[in-house]
């Protein structure tokens, strides 16, 4: 059974961080590109992160420079450090592990970001 748990959400204040981990069981991880999403409310989601097998990164225009998304193999985990977040970073992260067969979701955690 292919799991993906996401933790690390929380309420933080403007130009505060968190780190959210995502760890991975019952898939061969390593072969896994990897990918951290996120929904706002009435929003579609979108792609804020992604790593490739070979820990290629890309990101959206809106968390350049803020947002690093990393991957450790042997825990089967994918980081993603979020800084100097704004209110409009508020949404439901989710991880996202895409191989040769179907996508995998975790069921996400909530990022808000208010004073």
């Known amino acids: 059974q292919v799991q993906l748990v996401e933790s690390g959400g929380g309420l933080v204040q403007p130009g505060g961080s968190l780190r959210l981990s995502c760890a991975a069981s019952g898939i061969m991880f390593s072969i896994y590109a990897m990918a951290w999403y996120r929904q706002a409310p009435g929003k579609q989601r979108e792609l804020v992160a992604g790593i490739t097998r070979g820990s290629s990164t890309n990101y959206a225009d809106s968390v350049k420079g803020r947002f690093t998304i990393s991957r450790d193999n042997a825990k089967s985990t994918v980081y993603l450090q979020m800084n100097s977040l704004k209110p409009e970073d508020t949404a439901v992260y989710l991880c996202?592990?895409?191989?040769?067969?179907?996508?995998?979701w975790g069921q996400g955690t909530q990022v808000t970001v208010s004073s």
């Open positions: 996202n592990a895409r191989g040769l067969g179907p996508d995998y």
